[in-house]
């Protein structure tokens, strides 16, 4: 893995805290279009998807032996 540069950091840190304030700027998507996306994508859906889909509904546990 590539270790980012001090420079980078330091991008990377003052664009989060544009972005938190509200003041970053990205060319045609808004902050709020941004969360609505990560909301997408990381909703119920998401986790559907993930997991594989509804699929058979789990077996009930096999009776202890005797």
Do not use: K, N
Request: glycine share 10%; net charge positive; aromatic share 4%.
């Amino acid at each position: 893995m590539i270790e980012p540069t001090s420079d980078e950091i330091a991008y990377d840190q003052e664009r989060l805290r544009q972005f938190v304030r509200g003041e970053a700027r990205a060319h045609g998507l808004s902050r709020r279009s941004l969360l609505r996306l990560l909301a997408l994508a990381t909703g119920p859906g998401a986790a559907v998807a993930a997991w594989g889909g509804p699929g058979p509904p789990p077996r009930a546990p096999a009776p202890a032996p005797r």
